[in-house]
T-cell receptor, first 114, second 111 residues
Framework: KAGVTQTPRYLIKTRGQQVTLSCSPI?????VSWYQQTPGQGLQFLFE???????NKGNFPGRFSGRQFSNSRSEMNVSTLELGDSALYLC?????????????FGPGTRLTVL | QQQVKQSPQSLIVQKGGISIINCAYE??????FPWYQQFPGKGPALLIA?????SEKKEGRFTISFNKSAKQFSLHIMDSQPGDSATYFC??????????FGPGTRLSVLP
């Protein structure tokens, strides 16, 4: 099976712009979770989508939003970018329907905000 | 109650030594405890995982020890190699959802 893919791998934006990141989960996985990873904060959970519905949400401002399509692919959008949004954004997919279902991560998108 | 604590923050081990990373959790609803390994510039990769009905799981040089009553679990890397140098994250989840990650341990194995 192909793994989790994320596009683009690298992005450079300026403050105030918006950005959309894409994630394609492992075939058959209906859950996609998004994380922000920074050197000082570790892995911070953004939100999880399951069958096109947001099922769980972390403590991030409303500038961070997401959606999931019927083929389970997911997008994450960040509006009005701030310097502090520079991070590695990771998505992870999972079956997420029973005990022991694990998450598999993509390679991440490195976002730099200038 | 959703927090997972992890220690140490960083660890330096000689080649051939044993690396030990510890994690603790509060939420007794967690039913799955994976460990992830992350190399610079890469996403975390599942290393090994355990469920609370088992006290120990071994895969090659990697062993998870699990203490349900203490709500603690640890990763042991036997015969540590320079190629094991990476950041390790413990995590906990409930029914395949709500993954909570520890802050990570940066392991350096000296040749």
């Amino acid at each position: 099976k192909a793994g989790v893919t994320q596009t683009p791998r690298y992005l450079i934006k300026t403050r105030g712009q918006q950005v959309t990141l894409s994630c394609s989960p492992i075939s058959g996985h209906r859950s996609v979770s998004w994380y922000q990873q920074t050197p000082g904060q570790g892995l911070q959970f953004l939100f999880e989508y399951f069958s096109e519905t947001q099922r769980n949400k972390g403590n991030f401002p409303g500038r961070f939003s997401g959606r999931q399509f019927s083929n389970s692919r997911s997008e994450m959008n960040v509006s009005t970018l701030e310097l502090g949004d520079s991070a590695l954004y990771l998505c992870a997919s999972s079956l997420a329907v029973k005990k022991g279902d694990t998450q598999y991560f993509g390679p991440g998108t490195r976002l730099t905000v200038l | 109650q959703q927090q997972v604590k992890q220690s140490p923050q960083s660890l330096i081990v000689q080649k051939g030594g044993i690396s030990i990373i510890n994690c603790a959790y509060e939420n007794t609803a967690f039913d799955y405890f994976p460990w992830y390994q992350q190399f610079p510039g890469k996403g975390p990769a599942l290393l090994i995982a355990i469920r609370p009905d088992v006290s120990e799981k071994k895969e090659g040089r990697f062993t998870i020890s699990f203490n349900k009553s203490a709500k603690q679990f640890s990763l042991h890397i036997m015969d540590s190699q320079p190629g094991d140098s990476a950041t390790y994250f413990c995590a906990a989840s409930n029914y395949g959802q709500n993954f909570v990650f520890g802050p990570g341990t940066r392991l350096s194995v000296l040749p």
